[in-house]
């Protein structure tokens, strides 16, 4: 029996004659434990995709990012990352702490070349990793339930223009992000935010800062 495919995946791979072919794919390719190679893909990423269930039901995808090495694969069934400071909505955290199943997705657009990971993930503030990570605010640990290469077929070749001057590193202080220079939200800034704006360049509008996103200015 498929640990993978269900009766409404079943019912198109009949239609379109791909059952044998799917069932070798899963015997040949879907692995329990992340490889050595695996592990030296997913270290070498400094981005992931990140999906998750809220409270309704709903799934989401969220983007994740750091400097290369950011992910570490700490046993063959254990990936962890931190979780950075974001826009206070805290959307995957709040699922993850309500329904731990996940799903990543690591792409090396250059080759091209992807891996699909699918696990029950667990947050923890007090995570020994936390010294590992500048400005963390908690460690993700996913304990992998399924590991597997996907096909590079439509992947656009793209390489990277520069890295994110906002990803936290020690050498370094980091900037505040840009959004919370908006006029409208000072009030609603977490207190450690408060008053930061006026030495950040000054608040902004709303407009002026959707305008320095649509116009890739590196401050947005």
Not at 140 to 154: G, L
């Amino acid at each position: 029996m498929s640990k993978l495919y269900g009766a409404q995946q079943r019912v198109l791979q009949d239609r379109y004659d791909t059952r044998r072919l799917a069932d070798k794919i899963e015997a040949i390719v879907i692995q329990a434990e992340v490889g050595d190679m695996d592990k030296a893909f997913i270290e070498s990423r400094d981005m992931f995709w990140l999906t998750s269930i809220d409270e309704q039901g709903q799934p989401t995808v969220s983007y994740k990012g750091g400097d290369p090495g950011f992910v570490k694969v700490v046993d063959n069934k254990t990936i962890a990352f931190p979780l950075y400071d974001g826009n206070g909505m805290f959307y995957s955290a709040g699922n993850i702490n309500g329904n731990g199943k996940v799903g990543m997705l690591f792409m090396d657009f250059e080759k091209p070349h992807r891996v699909r990971v699918q696990g029950v993930a667990k947050l923890s503030a007090s995570d020994p990793l936390m010294k590992d990570y500048v400005e963390a605010l908690m460690i993700a640990r996913v304990t992998v339930s399924a590991i597997f290469p996907n096909c590079p077929r439509y992947v656009h070749r793209m390489q990277k223009v520069k890295a994110s001057r906002y990803v936290p590193r020690a050498q370094c202080e980091t900037p505040l992000a840009g959004w919370k220079r908006i006029d409208i939200i000072q009030d609603d800034l977490p207190k450690r935010d408060q008053g930061k704006a006026g030495k950040a360049g000054g608040v902004v509008t709303i407009e002026e800062w959707f305008g320095k996103v649509i116009a890739g200015d590196p401050e947005a």
